[in-house]
């Protein structure tokens, strides 16, 4: 399979800590994407890091990726009940065309209580 | 923001009956898009890659009789599950690349179809 692989599996903190999330892929990419979904729903795009990029930022979110290690990281600081979803990072290999198929992984779900 | 709206949410269906799910891109044009199969506390699976006008590309061990795919028009791709059984149950998610949206290997995805085969 060429599924990557995430973990935690399964990650419980309280509202206002930091979660931190790890993914590794197993082919050289283009770039890898983080996706967020809430239960029974359809993937929301949280953030797209490329492969030339190390780290990367967007709001809350903090991602960081090591091609050597083909692993990346991402951490959700001050985080809240409403975070509460599984989250999957998606490899897009790299010499493909527009249109890639994403490669999702194993996927981490998060639980914030108060 | 690119929108794909999937119909149905849920559906429910009898042993040896054909379901259809409908994968639509709201406002942008999808030449490409992608069926996943996903179950419970499980990762996205690919199924298949869906081409406007042509025959749809289908990942290994996936059955194409099985598994209807149709991309007639680069707004709309379908996925017909024929003779469901209830192995077949499962959550069904579509997703589409809009080209001008603001992350350049953005995918936007339906909210998925959960299938009950009883």
């Known amino acids: 399979s060429q599924q990557g692989e995430e973990d935690p599996q399964a990650l419980s903190i309280q509202e206002g800590e930091n979660a931190t999330m790890n993914c590794s892929y197993k082919?050289?990419?283009?770039?890898l994407q983080w996706y967020r979904q809430n239960s029974g729903r359809g993937l929301v795009h949280l953030i797209l890091?490329?492969?030339?990029?190390r780290e990367k930022h967007s709001g809350r979110l903090r991602v960081t990726l090591d091609t050597s290690k083909k692993s990346s990281s991402l951490l959700i600081t001050a985080s809240r009940a409403a975070d509460t979803a599984s989250y999957f990072c998606a490899t897009v290999p790299i010499n493909t065309g527009t249109a890639s198929k994403l490669t999702f992984g194993t996927g981490t779900r998060l639980q914030v209580t108060l | 923001g690119a929108v794909v709206s999937q119909h149905p949410s849920r559906v429910i269906c009898k042993s040896g009956t054909s379901v259809k799910i409908e994968c639509r891109s709201l406002?942008?044009?999808?030449?490409?898009m992608f069926w996943y199969r996903q179950f419970p506390k499980k990762s996205l699976m690919l199924m298949a890659t869906?081409?406007?006008?042509?025959?749809?590309?289908?990942e290994q061990g996936v059955e194409k009789d099985k598994f209807l795919i149709n991309h007639a028009s680069l707004t709309l791709s379908t996925l017909t599950v024929t003779s469901a059984h209830p192995e077949d149950s499962s959550f069904y998610i579509c997703s589409a690349r809009d080209p001008g949206g603001p992350s350049l290997y953005g995918y936007t995805f339906g909210s998925g179809t959960r299938l009950t085969v009883v």
């Open positions: 406002d942008f044009q999808a030449t490409t």
């Open positions: 869906s081409n406007e006008g042509s025959k749809a590309t289908y």
């Open positions: 082919t050289s990419i283009n770039n």
């Open positions: 890091i490329r492969s030339n990029e």
